[in-house]
């Protein structure tokens, strides 16, 4: 199989390059009768888009998403959701420069290698453009996993080394709290310090990594598919397939490593007559199977790579070593647009694991 | 799709039950002409067995495999290949008590609520006991892969809060030190130490968890399928279906939070007239497509869950609060175990994109 | 992905050689809680096994089905049902001398040119044999239909240019009277001379092909994804897959050719307050979506390849002409034995899209 | 799976209905570096359009292709390949009558079962539309086929009960005789005559069904994956998934019924030091491989279900019988338009087993 497609039943194909014609995505296997109109997608794309705060570029994306097909009186009518952006605001000569330099931290000489040519203006196929895509099916993910009561919600928990603390609140507080500062970190505090670290790199012509953290509530038990399309199997694949995610953590994450297991297990408990769990060191999958528990990850994203400072690289076609000083407008911090992206490949898991559920029993 | 495959050219199909009649893998689209015999995978079963030291559990897996097909004249023939290996030494009777009681940790519960009924007979489908498949196909996918050049080793980097150090060496030499102790660490020191921990909570009735790294050499760069099946993304799949897996990390890994660009990236420069790069935070991997670095992925495993502490779970017949003691020989640390499957897994994800990357060009 | 798999949420994995140890299938994607035994898939390999009759060869194969795993106190429990059957009665030396002959009709020198070896004795892979692990597939897939009130039944409608008769009857009397005779042909008039003309040619060294007719009843309406995925779409390939079928007709089929419109089309009427057709050209199938009509397939069947007449052929390692009299025992005609095969693959179809339908709606 | 897509390798994903805003395909795997212009796909989608002669409708479809994304200065990159066609001319409010009334021979009634609503106007997705995509995508299959000697010719062999007689003549002069009349007949005496009839049936309000025959020449041997994926297995599926499509033969098709085997063996030769068949009553294909000589296929496709004439059918709304007299401009034989479109599946299937044929050996 080629790469661009994701899920199994309720599946997406992404396509498009930074600089071409237009961005978008298939969505095929949603099912039948869901109402979704273009509002649905366009709040989630401006949620992505740039230029919202000194935390991304200045770039300025329309990004008018259009249903193409799969809409019909206002519902979703079982057959393939085509949408599509058009892309603008392309200054593709100031590029030139990179066809034969390779941006250290970018996809551009792996790509070379793979494929012996590439589009090299604005990172091609590479771009986080293309999560555009993503976004966008997810939004027709959340659409969905909202009629069957479980809602997703992402956060910055860490930039350049600054921790936020998250209390736990519902998760309707939370995304109020989120999108009240650029940085989308729950935390006002630790926010506005993160803020000001982010000038520092920003003047230093730098940039910051962080951490990226994704609940889902209202999960079902039983969603995932044993032995290897398990729960967070599926959901390590999506997170991972983001350009910058370098970490997968699920649950207790890399922190089990110094537990004990009378620590790490979370033992069940009867709750009002239904089981519960005192604890949720899982982070709500067990056996890669969700247990009705907050389904919880945490992604760690490198810096932004696209720095002002000057790099080392090599001339491709000279093929001497070279140096390289990437101009334009880029984020310093790359987590809180992650934010909506990482929300909609979560979603977009789940809702396939909705569907693959019904399959489990006669 | 149903979950029990995995792989897309290089396709893993596993089953059987930990207390069923067999276990076994079928593995299809291993290309004709590959040298093949039952020695080359039995010798990694071996690897896998428990009973080997104070670190593993003590019940006698003879695992003896079997290939059924697809081997003709000591060759594959293209044709899938069935291997199988017989369930002896299952003592059921002693999993009666577990029938009811989902043990704290494991999959037995998340099982119950989504297929309504389950095989609990030591942990049935979801017994480590599964990846003796997994193991078996990771034999034949080391066998193709030494065929081009590309090894794989992996290690235990920690345990119970102990580190080790690993000072980079040739594979040949690391797998030999790795092999030189029953924790699977290549630091002597820390291995000593690693040992003297799990005693200490053997006597407890705990169990410890740890971490373990993952090294592939001699990766051609160009391996990988944006924008979903990209390698890092594959890998963390593979490496998060397996139990016990909370996170995976690729190069630089959960570092990459606190880290600026400048740091991050990995200048590229020629070196004896090929392009190389400076560093290794990217881990082999940019923008989802291997750059001829070495692969680095780490693993963080968590206790094992089954403890002989006395641990609070509930009675699903009687809907009731109960208590649960899990007796029998359990490893007390997942990590050295965890090596050889590790392996099998990276090993059948670079299988399978050395294969796809002869489709990216004409 | 490589070519032994078939389904996509009801999915099996065939494998194994017709002078191998042993051939199987590994089903994945039948849902939990059905009951299951090793009986309901003995009774379909027995109907499969040759020596029955002056139709089919005398070879013994005691085709004794295990069932390895998937099953528990007997039931499914959602997990890969992997069954066996052990080869036995092989005289591999009877195919020396076809190493380097290829048979006329036969795939060998197709499978030479594609992988560069192959497994000669029997025809390795290509065998008929394996489609015994299609029929134990199926049984399954048949008890899962039933449940859903859906039965399967196929026949023989010619033979060596005699056609049957078929009266409309039900499909319990229709397959008493197949299993009456061992042509499988419903009519007894036919089934007689059919019996005689195969007598005949079996003396002259020579075979017959033949048509062989499924038909599916009760199957609900709404089955078939669109576009590709169409339920004509899949019967066509699961019957094409099957060795010696040159033509799949569904409906009116061929003759559609030579109709009108006005003849062609199937007019809805209401019949007691539901919707019903008058006539099924269709065959059960518009828009590849089932109508709830019968489901009816036909298939062309190739005369048996093995003849005993002298050939032309080539001698590969020569490189020169040489010339082949297949030796001994095989069925003078293909179709009586391809009636449970075809009614196994027309159930795994119809088995899937069972399961498939679930995602249409929300 | 959902159903909108085919192909494992080089893989299409069609979306669109009839009158919604647009129809389009996405196209991913197809290598880098094939030189690929709007022109190439143009040239097939003029081919496709209607209003070409008497026997196709007289419909005004501009079908400008859009490519959106995937090239690069003239190449492909290797990246999806989005083609877009914008719908125009669709007169919507004609089709209002039809909304509660499932046109016969159409898939109106099986869609409103499968999904509980659908897009009604002009068919939807169900609409012959939908394989403008298809014919897009298959342009790039040609493309990609030509690069290693592959090509691909259809045309009409029957019409209204007319056969044509077709001689062995390279594929260029026949491609040539084709494109000579509306019919798409070789053989001009034939074509004349089934213009004739064509022209009577149109004034009586019905409809004719015809054949089609797909010959593919310079396919190499050895394409095709034992033992569900086939050559002609895909090639089965591939064009039973065509609306109309009745039944798909191979080679000696329907005729093997009747023969011996003696007739249908293709006996194997030596020919100036190559091997060859003499014969090819196999249609380039054993054991679902391709054996390098040419691929036959031969379609039967129904008169189209569109006719003038008043039907008997179900009212949806009200329960009850009902009357339908469809108006508009319908072609009054579908094969013609056919032609291109079971050329482009054709090729499609080839180039996605020419990429498979790649992972065979070592």
């Known amino acids: 199989m080629p790469g661009s497609s994701f899920g199994t039943l309720f599946r997406i194909t992404t396509w498009g390059e930074s600089h071409g014609r237009a961005v978008g995505v298939v969505l095929d296997g949603c099912p039948a009768e869901l109402a979704l109109t273009e509002y649905d997608i366009q709040k989630e794309l401006d949620r992505r888009r740039p230029g919202q705060s000194r935390a991304s570029t200045q770039r300025t994306e ?17 057959t393939p ?20 330099r ?48 479980v809602e997703v919600a992402a956060f910055v928990t860490e930039l350049g080394g600054i921790k936020s603390r ?23 505090n630790a926010a506005m310090r993160m803020m000001e670290q982010l000038d520092l790199v920003r003047q230093e012509g730098d940039s910051l990594g962080g951490m990226v953290t994704i609940i889902a509530r209202g999960v079902p038990p039983g969603l995932g598919d044993p032995v290897f399309d398990k729960l967070d199997a599926d959901l390590a694949k999506a997170l991972m397939s983001l350009g910058a995610v370098k970490a997968v953590e699920i649950g207790a994450g890399i922190g089990c490593a110094g537990m004990r297991g009378s620590e790490m297990n979370d033992p069940l408990r009867m709750e009002g007559g239904k089981i ?8 709500g999958i067990l056996g890669g199977i969700s247990t009705g528990m907050d389904i919880v990850c945490r992604i760690a994203v490198k810096p932004t790579p696209s720095i002002a400072k000057k790099q080392h690289t090599v001339d491709l076609a000279a093929g001497m070593d070279a140096e390289i000083e990437i101009k334009g407008r880029h984020d310093p911090a790359i987590p809180p647009r992650m934010v909506p992206v990482a929300e909609a490949m979560v ?15 006669l």
């Open 347 to 361: 979603a977009i898991v789940l809702a396939d694991h909705l569907l693959r559920q019904r399959m489990s029993r």
């Open 166 to 188: 998250t209390d736990s609140v519902d998760l309707a507080e939370l995304r109020a709290r989120v999108e009240a500062n650029p940085i989308r970190c729950p935390d006002p």
């Open 81 to 100: 959701i085509s949408m599509l952006i058009w892309n603008r605001d392309a200054d593709s000569a100031s590029y030139d420069l990179l066809r034969n």
């Open 276 to 283: 519960g769990f005192e604890g949720n060191n899982a982070g």
């Open 102 to 149: 390779p941006r250290p931290g970018h996809a551009d000489y792996a790509y070379q290698m793979k494929y012996g040519l590439r589009d090299h203006r604005g990172g091609g196929r590479s771009s986080a453009r293309e999560t555009a895509g993503r976004v966008a099916a997810g939004a027709v993910a959340k659409k969905l996993l909202q009629h069957f009561g």
């Open 62 to 78: 329309a990004d008018r998403v259009e249903i193409l097909s799969g809409i019909f009186e206002g519902k979703t009518t079982g």
